[in-house]
């Protein structure tokens, strides 16, 4: 993709981006400060380096405590007792009887002065472990998800320096344990810092630097946001870079994909923000080299842009049980196929995927062509995606 083209290009504007790290922003900004590309790429970097080894058990602990660590630099506040940002996460009690740490969360708070509702949260969060390391070798899982955690910590950065208005507190949460049944995120909200019915609206993201199948896509898929009132607006009024288009899905779409899962059973408003995966998923060579830096620099403005929206608006999200599908997300679909069909060759599809690919589409022109979406549609349409979107490439 075009991250390869763009690589030598980055290296020298690297100097250039890390200056705007210094930059203040003037007190009372509405608008975040963007999110240096620099900035994302040191986490990622780091993250994805060959010293943490793939951040599983005791490297996982050099991942929280590196988030640990950025959180401290920002002076924001810990959160769990003795006034600590590590939450134990306990393991199985050993052969002689005694307890074990199975893993650490990390979490912050920041309330921002002035805050109208300082005693409801909003979240941002991603999980830093991944797959560790094996006699074959690092998982390094630069996309998955050290570019997420990327991202909470820039928000973080991005909102404190702005010195921006918000009339909510935040939680900057990130994960142990997502690759082992999102284990961290549902001891987290069985254990949560603060009242569960506090929390107000949770964003989780989970691969923010590739692409769908390395499709040459700029999406990055917002999911989730039908279940928070009033939340699909505030999302599709939030400006994101050019190089960056947000669609918004319904959550059936994706099922059950990252810590949001938590959230969602206990009906709190969340929105699931990836890029989709790559070829690359789960293997040795998501590495950082193949990361679009600037994408995750993009992406993290823009959710910056939506915890602002959402934490200065009067009236916080509810939840929404049962949504109805948008039609927009049936043209996204469209889109999708598309940019699949247009290049199918270069992209070596196979019959099958092709075959596939068609099938949805000429389904999906009918369903709009039609004035409603039955319930019928509305369950193909979630098989269809679900496949689409994580099975097929
Ligand atoms: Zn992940």
């Given amino acids: 993709m075009k991250q390869n083209i763009l ?11 890390c200056v705007t790290e210094q930059v203040f922003a003037q007190a009372g900004e509405e608008t975040p400060v963007p999110v240096p590309v620099a900035c994302v790429r040191r986490h990622i970097e780091t993250l994805a380096s060959d010293e943490f080894a793939g951040r599983s058990g005791a490297s996982a602990l050099m991942a929280a405590e590196y988030v640990t660590d950025q959180f401290e630099k920002l002076k924001l506040q810990p959160v769990f007792a003795e006034e600590s940002f590590l939450q134990v996460i306990p393991g199985p009690v050993d052969e002689a009887g005694n307890s074990t740490t199975a893993g650490w969360n990390v979490t912050a708070r920041w309330t921002p002065a002035g805050a109208q509702f300082p005693n409801e949260y909003l979240i941002v969060a991603a999980h830093h472990d991944h797959l560790g390391s094996r006699k074959s070798g690092i998982y390094y899982g630069a996309d998955d998800n050290a570019s997420g955690v990327a991202m909470v910590v820039e928000v973080a950065k991005s909102l404190i320096r702005s010195d921006i208005k918000l009339d909510r507190s935040v939680l900057f949460v990130s994960f142990d344990l997502e690759e082992h049944l999102l284990f961290g995120s549902r001891w987290w909200t069985a254990h949560p810092p603060v009242p569960l019915e506090d929390i107000k609206f949770v964003i989780v993201a989970d691969m923010l630097g590739r692409s769908l199948g390395d499709l040459p896509i700029d999406s990055v898929f917002l999911c989730g946001a039908e279940h928070g009132s009033g939340v699909r607006k505030t999302v599709s009024k939030i400006p994101f870079a050019d190089t960056v288009q947000p669609v918004l899905l319904s959550d059936d779409f994706v ?7 938590p959230f969602r059973d206990r009906k709190i408003p969340f929105l699931f923000a990836s890029t989709g995966q790559s070829r690359d998923y789960h293997t040795m060579v998501d590495t950082a080299d193949k990361i679009d830096f600037e994408q995750v620099a993009a992406i993290s403005t823009g959710l910056a842009r ?12 509810e939840w929404i049980e049962s949504p109805e599908i948008d039609p927009s997300e049936v043209k996204a679909i469209l889109e999708i196929c598309r940019q699949i069909d247009e290049h199918a060759v270069e992209w070596e599809l196979t019959a099958i995927q092709k075959f596939f690919v068609d099938q949805t589409r000429s389904r999906a022109e009918r369903i709009l062509s039609q004035k409603t979406i039955t319930p019928e549609d509305q369950r193909w349409l979630t098989r269809t995606t679900q496949m689409l979107l994580f099975t097929v490439f």
């Fill in 7 to 17: 690589y030598s290009f980055r290296v020298l504007v690297l100097i250039t981006l």
């Fill in 255 to 261: 099922g059950l994909r990252s810590d949001y899962g």
């Fill in 306 to 317: 939506l915890i602002v929206a959402i934490g200065n608006q009067q009236k916080a999200p």
